[in-house]
């Protein structure tokens, strides 16, 4: 650390001090500082979908303009959008709920940073399954408390087993956090996976459930979504179940997110937001509202796109020798273990130690960017997201096989 960094982290809040910087955003920071030189790069890190945002939506935020909506709404979020997403919890995920135990948030990730800040107290533990996504723990440092990360490895899917999370239950644990599908491993929990963990939770009645389910209708396989407020009623009334726009409707850079959870929970954060945003972006608000009530085909057709994706992604990276990937069954990730490039040396020379090394050799070397599974918790592994165009996924997918057939 140089002398200026020592003293900036002094002056900065302790736990932001010793938060890291989102290391997904660390590759696309230098995917676009190669891209700025020139350099071409394929890039399979960022977590975003490809495709447009549906036209009916961008033209109800177009309207929203031109009929002046260009106000604040209320803080939660304007009444129709919350009674839509109501609706959706209904409709979707057999959620009796009450639009005003709803928020609506500046994407999903403002909806997990309300309720942990709203809830969080010094000592306190969130249990974090790993590979997580990379925002969880960093949040969990920001507001002062500990992360419990629980390894679950590709023996059990990538999933929490009842048992590993009996073994983590402390009279500290405030939360325990689910993501399903997941990033990275798109792995997605069955009714009787939630329904084994629900069953150990009813015994802790301390312990709030985050349920991320952002990445909801990217299931693939006639595969059934379920989440654990719906498998386990008697959990409701301390379950925060969080979704948004970004994913499945490709609405990334819109920022809306929303949640629902018990009336307590629902007023403290928007209290809190009250104090920090004032609410989401008006005119993203009424886009929202058009994607949740509108026609619904895009979801299918995503769905369609990169259920082919992946499994032309899988084939490709399991034909490369030191890489082996499980099949996920969700999202638009494949997390690759790359053990069998480990200790081994690349194409022009670099060991390869670790995983980092793996990705960095490789965006090097082939200008193929991805990010290393140390960053979601679990290594050696590398995630590629597959949401880009099938000629670019098979040039990648191409130029990684050839790297790793040149590793010596
Ligand atoms: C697991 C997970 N949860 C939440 C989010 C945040 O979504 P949003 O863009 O709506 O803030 C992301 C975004 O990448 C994610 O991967």
């Known amino acids: 650390m140089t002398h200026a960094s020592k003293v900036a982290s002094k002056r900065l809040n302790q736990f932001l001090a010793s938060a890291k910087p989102s290391a997904t955003y660390k590759v696309i920071d230098r995917v676009a500082m190669r891209r700025a030189h020139g350099v071409n790069i394929i890039s399979l890190s960022a977590g975003e979908p490809d495709f447009d945002t549906p036209v009916h939506v961008c033209e109800a935020g177009i309207s929203a303009i031109r009929s002046g909506q260009t106000r604040y709404t209320q803080v939660a979020g304007l009444r129709a959008l919350r009674e839509a997403v109501a609706v959706k919890f209904e409709r979707e995920n057999g959620l009796k709920?009450?639009?005003?135990?709803?928020?609506?948030?500046?994407?999903?990730?403002?909806?997990?940073?309300?309720?942990?800040?709203?809830?969080?107290?010094?000592?306190?533990?969130?249990?974090?399954?790993?590979?997580?996504?990379?925002?969880?723990?960093?949040?969990?440092?920001?507001?002062?408390?500990?992360?419990?990360?629980?390894?679950?490895?590709?023996?059990?899917?990538?999933?929490?087993?009842?048992?590993?999370l009996k073994a983590a239950i402390t009279p500290r644990t405030r939360w325990l956090i689910l993501n399903s599908p997941s990033n990275p491993t798109g792995a997605v929990y069955s009714r009787f996976e939630l329904q084994a963990l629900a069953d150990v939770l009813l015994e802790h009645p301390q312990v709030l459930v985050l349920s991320d389910d952002i990445y909801e209708h990217l299931i693939f396989d006639d595969l059934e979504f379920f989440t654990i407020a719906q498998v386990e009623p008697r959990l409701c009334e301390r379950v925060l179940t969080m979704n948004g726009v970004s994913k499945a409707y490709a609405m990334t850079g819109w920022r809306i997110g929303f949640g629902t959870g018990p009336a307590w929970l629902i007023e403290a954060m928007e209290k809190l937001q009250g104090q920090q945003t004032s609410g989401a972006s008006t005119i993203s608000q009424h886009a929202a509202l058009a994607a949740l009530t509108g026609p619904q085909d895009c979801i299918k057709q995503f769905r369609a796109a990169f259920q082919k994706r992946r499994d032309l992604v899988v084939k490709l990276l399991n034909e490369a020798p030191g890489l082996r990937c499980e099949v996920p069954q969700g999202a638009f990730y494949a997390f690759a273990s790359c053990e069998g490039l480990i200790?081994?040396?690349?194409?022009?020379?670099?060991?390869?130690?670790?995983?980092?090394?793996?990705?960095?050799?490789?965006?090097?070397?082939?200008?193929?960017?991805?990010?290393?599974?140390?960053?979601?918790?679990?290594?050696?592994?590398?995630?590629?997201?597959y949401a880009l165009d099938d000629a670019s996924l098979i040039k990648a997918c191409e130029a990684i096989k050839q790297f790793c057939s040149s590793v010596r």
């Open 97 to 164: 709920v009450d639009w005003h135990n709803t928020l609506v948030c500046n994407g999903g990730k403002q909806v997990i940073f309300n309720a942990l800040a709203a809830t969080l107290n010094q000592g306190d533990e969130v249990i974090v399954p790993a590979p997580y996504w990379v925002s969880y723990p960093e949040i969990v440092q920001l507001c002062g408390a500990q992360s419990v990360i629980i390894s679950c490895g590709s023996d059990t899917g990538f999933k929490l087993t009842a048992d590993a």
């Open 343 to 385: 200790g081994k040396v690349s194409p022009a020379g670099t060991l390869l130690s670790t995983d980092e090394d793996v990705v960095n050799a490789l965006l090097d070397e082939t200008g193929v960017a991805t990010v290393h599974g140390s960053a979601f918790g679990l290594a050696p592994y590398i995630r590629i997201a």
